[in-house]
């Protein structure tokens, strides 16, 4: 496909970077890639680029990253206005008068199927609820959070034992082939969009480390859910009741009813470690003490035995 056009780009993180190589391979004149400012990163806190300015410099496109887009002057120094800007989990919000910079408007790809899981953290929510279907919405930006009208949309399931982390690197391909299939009608303005259905709306904030720590009240196909919402960011993480952290990478809900108060180590041994909820049982099957790497449960068990044990419920 080649299309003439001069497009801007805004996005930050590695979901974005499918998005803009599908745009430089389009043959369009990407004339600026805006990207959030370089920051700490890490262990170390090294000042680290973005993934999407990493790969706007390994095709020699020009980079702008300001602190803020509401600063006086901020659209003269960006330079000549493009005919369209695409938008892929940027980070900051378009004030109005960028809305209008561009001759066809800004476009944004979100990772849901839109008004369902508006914000900031689309995907873990639509794990956190157990969809099975989620996907990506190419939609005209308007002042409000995710609510403007969907040019496309295409949509995926979401596997049974998929992370975040997993399908995360599927929707990221899957904007791009969205984007690339729509862009020389969006281009030619002959595409409609369809108003989204404010009744159907629903909320994605942003996820903290504080959603992460498991409550054994809740059942296991919850927390089974939690696991691998988190995954690979904040980390599932429990405590047990001598005070040791423990995190959670990987879990498995099991067939069978929980007896013993939630939190009880219920059995310890090769296939894991299973522990009692609020309904059912959750096998934890990939764990990582503090300070230490991550391993099989079978691992730890060696090093710490937990007859008798339980977690903070």
């Not at 599908?22 to 043959?27: D, K, P, T, V």
């Not at 199927?113 to 369902?116: E, K």
């Not at 862009?183 to 303005?189: K, Y």
């Not at 879990?251 to 009813?257: H, M, R, S, T, V």
């Given at each position: 496909?080649?299309?003439?056009?001069?497009?801007a780009?805004?996005g930050?993180?590695?979901?974005?970077?499918?998005?803009?190589?599908?745009?430089?391979?389009?043959?369009?004149d990407?004339?600026l890639v805006?990207?959030?400012?370089?920051?700490?990163?890490g262990?170390?806190?090294q000042?680290?680029?973005?993934?999407?300015k990493l790969a706007?410099?390994?095709?020699?496109?020009?980079v702008?990253?300001?602190?803020?887009?509401?600063?006086a002057?901020?659209l003269?120094?960006?330079?000549?206005?493009p005919?369209?800007?695409?938008?892929v989990?940027y980070?900051?919000?378009?004030?109005?008068?960028m809305?209008?910079?561009?001759?066809?408007?800004?476009?944004?790809?979100?990772?849901s199927?839109?008004?369902?899981w508006?914000?900031a953290?689309?995907?873990?929510?639509a794990?956190?609820?157990?969809d099975?279907?989620?996907g990506v919405s190419?939609m005209?930006i308007?002042r409000?959070?995710?609510?403007?009208?969907?040019?496309?949309?295409r949509?995926?399931?979401?596997?049974?034992r998929?992370?975040?982390?997993?399908l995360?690197d599927?929707?990221?391909v899957?904007?791009?082939?969205?984007?690339?299939?729509a862009?020389?009608?969006?281009?030619?303005?002959e595409?409609?969009?369809?108003p989204?259905?404010?009744t159907l709306a629903?909320r994605?904030p942003?996820?903290t480390?504080a959603?992460?720590?498991?409550?054994?009240?809740?059942?296991?196909?919850?927390l089974d859910?939690?696991v691998r919402?988190?995954?690979?960011?904040?980390?599932a993480e429990?405590?047990?009741?001598d005070?040791?952290?423990?995190?959670?990478w990987r879990?498995?809900?099991?067939?069978?009813?929980a007896?013993?108060?939630p939190?009880?180590?219920v059995?310890a041994?090769?296939?894991?470690?299973?522990?009692?909820?609020?309904?059912?049982?959750l096998?934890l099957?990939?764990?990582q003490?503090p300070?230490?790497r991550?391993m099989?449960?079978?691992?730890?068990?060696?090093a710490?035995?937990?007859d008798?044990?339980?977690?903070?419920a």
């Open positions: 496909m080649s299309v003439s056009a001069t497009i780009f805004a930050t993180p590695q979901f974005a970077v499918p998005t803009l190589e599908a745009l430089a391979a389009s043959g369009a990407v004339n805006l990207t959030q400012p370089d920051r700490p990163a262990r170390g806190r000042v680290t680029a973005s993934p999407v706007a410099a390994a095709r020699g496109l020009r702008a990253q300001p602190q803020t887009l509401n600063a002057g901020t003269d120094d960006l330079g000549p206005a005919d369209l800007l695409v938008v989990a980070g900051l919000l378009l004030p109005l008068q809305l209008a910079w561009p001759r066809l408007g800004c476009v944004n790809l979100h990772a199927l839109l008004p369902r508006r914000g953290a689309p995907i873990q929510h794990i956190l609820a157990r099975a279907t989620t190419l005209r308007e409000g959070l995710d609510t403007g009208a969907v040019y496309r949309e949509s995926t399931p979401i596997g049974a998929e992370t975040a982390g997993e995360h599927r929707l990221a899957l904007a791009a082939e969205v984007l690339a299939g862009l020389p009608e969006l281009l030619a303005g595409l409609s969009p369809t989204q259905q404010e629903t994605a942003k996820i480390k959603d992460a720590v498991l409550d054994w009240r809740r059942g296991a196909l919850e859910a939690r919402a988190f995954d690979p960011w904040p980390v429990t405590r047990l009741d005070g040791t952290r423990l995190r959670v879990a498995e809900p099991l067939d069978a009813e007896t013993a108060p939190g009880s180590v059995a041994g090769a296939a894991g470690i299973d522990v009692a909820t609020g309904a059912g049982i096998r099957v990939r764990v003490p300070s230490g991550v099989d449960a079978s691992a730890y068990l060696a710490h035995p937990l008798g044990a339980a977690f903070v």
